[in-house]
């Protein structure tokens, strides 16, 4: 059964950092892109970063880039989320979700497994 676990969420001051991972088990995550994705309260879902599967290729949405950074490691099967710098509008669920292929892709349709999430909460 493909499945994906983030990891790594929490409280944190504004300013702080978390890492986030996100663990594969039941594939072959290092075929894939991976991207990383959040629901802030009362928003729709957004990507915030993705990597392709051999990890040359990434891409950051404007809010984050500069202070997130996304990376992977395919022999652990585990795609990273470093996240600096962070303010109050990060808080949110964070998800991740493998591509189809091993591109990163726009759409959050053309992922096609997802981990459960986990929160992030920024506040003073």
């Known amino acids: 059964q493909w499945q994906l676990v983030e990891s790594g969420g929490g409280l944190v001051q504004p300013g702080g950092s978390l890492r986030l991972s996100c663990a594969a088990s039941g594939f072959t995550l290092p075929r894939y892109a991976v991207g990383w994705f959040r629901q802030r309260p009362g928003k729709d879902r957004e990507k915030v970063a993705c990597i392709s599967s051999d990890g040359e290729g990434t891409n950051y949405a404007d809010s984050v880039r500069g202070r997130f950074t996304i990376s992977r490691d395919n022999a652990k099967k585990l795609v990273y989320l470093q996240m600096n710098s962070l303010k109050l509008e990060d808080t949110a669920v964070y998800y991740c979700?493998?591509?189809?292929?091993?591109?990163?892709?726009?759409?959050?349709?053309?992922?096609?497994?997802w981990g459960q999430g986990t929160q992030v909460t920024v506040s003073l």
């Open positions: 979700a493998n591509a189809y292929d091993s591109v990163c892709r726009t759409s959050e349709y053309d992922y096609r497994n």
